[in-house]
Every structure is written in C-alpha cells, then in structure tokens.
C-alpha cells in the first residue's frame, strides 16, 4: 500500500451525514477485475446528471476545488457496503485523506489497507474546517506523523489515531507480509484445532 | 480470593480464535470464508503477484451472487448480457478452479446468495468466525458466530493467511422482551433497534441479541435481524446458540455426522454469555410496543410505524442531520407530515440476504393468498416480485406450492440473486420509482438511479403489492 506521511492539499467541504459507499461508488462500478481506473465513478450520481453533465453545483466539480486531495464531511462517513471500491475511487480521484466525526467500521478498516488517511475530529473542529474550506483559501495541512491538522488560517486540530496503524501508514507496509511472519502460530493453532474440532476439517 | 467477571459470548469467540498477536493486534483464526465474484478478483489477483498460495481452500466456500440475472440461469454464465459482469463471473470460475475452492457456479441449484447459501449447507456453526467481502456477514451471527464484512485486501489476507488482524470490539447487549403483536416480526424489531441507536449506534461494537423475544424468533428471524445490525453500524450482530440452532443445522450437508455430531454439540454449548458477564452497554425494548415499521428516508435509521407520518426535517438534532432530511424528502418525493400510507408504490421487491428464506417467503404468500381468496391481486400499477435467496429455497417454495399463490396474485416469480436488493443485474428501478422492498438498504441510488426505496418485512411488502400503497399488514391478517 502507499505510505503517508504528511499531506498539503486543497480541502473540499461536503457538508452531509452518512454519506454511504453506494454514493462514494455506484454498483455499476463494481464489476471491474482492477483496482485502477475508478475516479470517473466517484460520487457518479451527485457528479453528473441523468444525461451525464457535470452538476455544476456539486463541490468536486467547482474550479475552487479542482485537484482537491482533502474530503472534509459529515457523521458516518462511508457506512452501508463493504466495498474498497470506495477508497480505490477516493484515491483514484486523488483524494488522500478525509476528515469527519466518525467513520463506519469497515470503511475507515479499509482506508488503512490503502493509504487513505481516515482523519476524526470534534464536530466543532470539523464545522471550523467545513467553514474555511469554503473561503478563498482552501488548502489544509495533514501531518501523520504529528497527528494534526492545519487548517487556512492556521488553527491546530490535535486527532487520536491507534498508534499500529499509524506507524504501518507511515511505513507503507504490507499486512499478510508481516502476519506470515507469525507462520508458526498458525500452523500450532490449526493442529490444534484438528484435534479439538476434528469435523471441521476436509470438508 | 478476587473472581474474575463472566465473559459474553463474544469474548468466548474471540478468545477462542486468538492465534498470536503482533504490534498490539491479534491475529484471529477464520473458520469460514465466504466469497462472490464482486469483491475477489483483485484479491486473488495480489495473490497471483506475490505467488501466494490460498492456504485453506478446503475453508473457503464460492457463490455467484451479485451480478447474476434472475433469469435463464440454466444458461450459466451466459446467460449474462452484460460483458463486464460476465467477464466477473467467469474470472471468478477461474480463479476457484486454479486454487481449489468449491463452488456452486449460476445454474447449481444449491447456488444463493452466500448468506442463504452458508446457513442453508450446514456451513454455518456456533462459535465460528466467519468473514465474507460483503457487509451483510452479519447474518451468520444467527448462529453464535462471529461473523463480519471484509474489503478485498483483507479478503486477500485470509486467503493467504487464514487469519484476520483485528482489534476487539466493545460490548453491546440489545435485549428485546415481551411478545410482539401478530403482524411484527424480526425485521420490524431490526428497523426499530436502528431508528433507536442510528446507523451510527453500534459503531465499535458487537451487538449480541437477548431477551424473550429473540428465544421465540425463528432461525430465519434471527437471521434478518443479525443481517441488518450492520445498519445499525456495528461490526457484527450475535444470538446464543439454542435447540433451535441445533435442529436447524442438524443433517445439513456440512453438519458434523454420528460421532462427531456429539462432539461439536458439546463444543458449541459452551457459547453463551455468562451470568456476571458485564457489557459496555446495554439497551431494552418491549416487543409489544413495536408497530409494524417502515422507513421513509434514505438511511436505514429513518423509520416510522405503519400508522405514522413522515417527519419535517425541523425535528432533527443538528443541522447536518436536518440538511440530510430536507434532502431525503425531496429524494423521496414526499412531503414532511403525511402519512406514510399515502404512499404509492411501482415496484414490489421480496428478496435479498435480508428476508429470502423459506420464511419469508411463507409470510408473503400467506398475505397473497388470503387477499386472493377475498377476490384481490396485486394492485394492476404494480410490478411485483419474488426473488427466492437459493435454488433450494427455491425448490422448497416450490414443492410447497408458494410459487402458485404468488403467479396467481400476480406476483413474477424468479430465479436467485442479489436481484434488486443492489441492482448490480439487470433487475434495478427507474428514475423516480417508488418500491417497497424487503431488503436492507434505501440508500440514494441503491435500487436504480433516482429509485425510491421503503424498507419492511415481506408481509408488509406482500400487503403494499396488493393495497397498490404502503398498508398495514394488520389489515390484512
């Protein structure tokens, strides 16, 4: 996966609650055998009209916001479907980290394998955020290694974030890698399991 | 001498499956690995590059599920119009051929959705750990095994490793007590825990069920309510395995046979929460006081009762919340204070990993056929229809003629899938249509482009197909 250090990006504001992986990437999306090539269905359904024109009115789609590598959006990002389409399109599109109240369990699971960074902050500091994201000056610093945000106008937002995953981030690392390492505890514990629960085996 | 505290049923679970852990995570044992050919080609595809091995194919079971038509499946794969779906499903031939995996390929009458399928082989045991790239993995939970959707790079892990690298989730007990009034059922009592905690309630959590009226459900119900805890936003729903469990499995193609049938009896037993076990929280509901439910909006946590109108988006919390409203009802097209009866529906929609079962689909006909018999069919504006969740639920349906009262009605009665439950094929709704639907998501879109989606049990479905708008079940007891 690609590691993440620290990230000077253009932030873009999208103000809504449980934004769900179908919005982030339709179905029609998930038929591909790759993981490349998702951008053009990021956020199909709010990006384009029935007829396939930008909305002019969506967020991505506005010249202010083009390039944008920071999402900043509302509770429960990424809930319903377990699809990693959805950070593949993110990061596809170029977005690199998102910022909300929360994330759904699965989705911000999947972000990690992926170098998307999953940022939570305090309604208050992402309202802040959401506010100068609007202005002229969109652009956010995101630093893994300091665990903070800065925003425009250069407020510090402190963010929590479990010290593993951080370091794997920052590192890039491979995750089946490092389990194989632990090969041998595998192998202990299926013979064990042979024994103890004999019908699960060559069934 | 200090006691330690009892231990909930998921801390046996986990427990139980702890291999070793590495840099603070554990890495935890699956017992069962489900897949389908939308969330594994490129898992498969990592395996290829790094020359990995699958290391428990005899583990892993294989279904076609997502994107088959419900339709022409004696056909297999070609019976798939569309190219990049076809090319999905032939990859994922492939690859289980290459690494040795059963599968039940489209035409296998034993081929479902795979949380049909996984219960309905024996698959499905107490005190498992079960995975699948599909969020509704939940469903196994039914059975007292911890089970949870998965994104593709953690597919490819268990592929190579067998294991999962996890953290352990925080303790949720939702206990529902008391009889539910006829009419209500698991799916009502799923919509009302999640409009009760939000899709966001069961965040960090696993959510083990208890209390009366969750003895009294049916596997089938136990099912439809683990299924949906995901909505819930938790990482996995659990019921204690009972009898019921038990006789469910029992003489299932992978259940343990003679000898070891006592054995792993004697194992799953030991799966239940202790007395002093202590949760991190805990709810309770009265089943008596759930109406039959259905949502309104576009999140699985905007329910209302049957008898209740649609919310102004004012009545809402914070101003996010509030803008998500505002734009749910215009989505919807409905209007804040209506009642939600006065909803006209399109297109009926029974199916889905949600409510596909034997069950569900008896529930649905007896409504059918008691509206039949007092000279009523599907209401002529309605395009309704019934998606069993395997062919061998469908067979089943069959042989006990539910098939027949729902061709009479006027039901279309189809072959199994995911169907329109995610409309990855072509069964998907229209710009602006409106569908009661018995399956798990009315998300924006999830239907069909602009497709407006109510969730409800498939009584409630069966009785909106025949009033022409959403009804209450009850008048049609």
């Excluded at chain 1, 384009?48 to 429960?76: H, M, S, T, W």
């Excluded at chain 1, 609007?134 to 425009?152: I, K, Y």
Aim: charged letters at 25%; hydrophobic letters at 40%.
């Amino acid at each position: 996966m690609d590691a993440f250090t620290r990230l000077d990006a253009k932030s873009a504001p999208l103000p809504l609650a449980n934004i769900d992986t179908d919005q982030i990437i339709p179905k029609q999306f998930l038929k591909i055998i790759d993981r490349k090539g998702l951008a053009k269905g990021l956020f199909f359904d709010l990006r384009f009209d029935e007829d396939g024109k930008e909305r002019p009115d969506f967020v991505l789609n506005q010249p202010a916001y083009k390039g944008a590598g920071v999402l900043i959006a509302g509770d429960n990002f990424g809930c319903g479907s377990s699809r990693e389409h959805a950070p593949w399109a993110l990061m596809d599109f170029g977005i690199r980290s998102v910022i909300s109240t929360s994330f759904a369990d699965i989705f911000y699971n999947n972000c990690f394998q992926n170098g998307l960074l999953p940022v939570v902050l305090k309604a208050e500091e992402v309202a802040q955020l959401m506010d100068e994201a609007r202005g002229g000056n969109h652009v956010v610093s995101v630093d893994l290694e300091t665990q903070t945000v800065t925003s425009p106008s250069g407020k510090v937002f402190h963010f929590q974030i479990d010290p593993q995953r951080k370091q794997k981030m920052l590192k890039g690392l491979d995750a089946i890698g490092e389990t194989l390492i632990k090969v041998d505890s595998i192998d202990t514990y299926e013979m064990k399991r042979a024994l103890a629960q004999p019908w699960l085996e060559g069934a | 001498m200090h006691r330690m505290p009892g231990k909930t049923l998921y801390d046996k679970i986990w427990d139980a499956h702890v291999v070793d852990t590495q840099d603070g995570e554990a890495i935890l044992y699956i017992d069962l690995h489900l897949i389908h050919e939308v969330t594994t080609p490129q898992a498969f595809a990592g395996l290829r590059a790094n020359g990995r091995p699958v290391r428990r194919p005899d583990r892993t079971l294989a279904v076609a599920d997502h994107n088959v038509p419900t339709e022409g499946q004696g056909l297999g794969v070609d019976a798939v119009a569309d190219e990049e779906a076809r090319l999905q499903l032939q990859t994922l031939g492939k690859n289980v051929a290459e690494y040795g995996i059963e599968f039940f390929p489209m035409g296998d009458i034993r081929n479902g959705i795979v949380h049909v399928v996984g219960p309905e082989q024996g698959r499905t045991q107490p005190g498992m750990t079960i995975v699948c790239g599909d969020s509704h993995t939940s469903t196994h939970g039914a059975f007292g095994a911890l089970a949870h959707g998965i994104g593709t790079s953690e597919v490819e892990h268990v592929l190579a490793t067998q294991t999962l690298r996890q953290k352990k989730a925080k303790n949720f007990r939702v206990r529902i007590e008391g009889q539910p009034a006829p009419g209500v059922g698991a799916k009502d009592f799923a919509l009302a825990v999640i409009g009760e905690i939000g899709t966001a309630g069961g965040t960090g959590s696993v959510i083990e069920f208890a209390g009366s009226a969750i003895r009294d459900l049916s596997m089938e119900g136990r099912m439809t309510l683990c299924n949906l805890t995901i909505e819930g936003g938790a990482k996995a729903g659990l019921v204690a395995p009972d009898q019921k469990t038990f006789d469910y499995i029992m003489g299932r193609p992978a259940a343990p046979k003679g000898g070891a049938w006592e054995m792993a009896l004697s194992h799953w037993k030991t799966f239940f929460t202790d007395e002093d076990a202590v949760f991190d929280r805990e709810i309770v509901l009265d089943a008596a006081k759930i109406a039959p439910t259905v949502t309104w909006g576009t999140s699985p946590e905007d329910v209302v009762a049957v008898t209740g109108n649609v919310p102004s988006p004012d009545s809402f919390e914070t101003p996010d919340k509030r803008a998500s409203a505002a734009r749910a009802l215009e989505y919807m097209g409905l209007t804040a204070g209506q009642p939600i009866t006065e909803a006209k529906v399109d297109v009926v929609f029974i199916g889905s990993c949600t409510n596909s079962r034997i069950e569900d689909l008896r529930a649905a006909a007896q409504i059918a056929q008691t509206a039949f018999l007092n000279g009523r069919l599907v209401a002529p504006h309605v395009r309704a229809m019934v998606v069993p969740g395997s062919g061998l639920v469908r067979a089943q349906a069959e042989d006990e003629g539910l098939d027949a009262i729902f061709k009479a009605s006027g039901f279309e009665w189809r072959e199994p899938g995911c169907s329109m439950c995610l409309a990855m094929n072509p069964d998907k709704l229209s710009d602006g249509q409106r569908c009661a639907s018995t399956s798990n998501r009315n998300f924006e879109g999830r239907q069909g482009r602009g497709g407006r989606t109510h969730l409800m049990s498939p009584a409630m479905a069966a009785a909106a197909a025949i009033a022409g708008h959403i009804a209450d079940v009850r008048d049609f007891l």
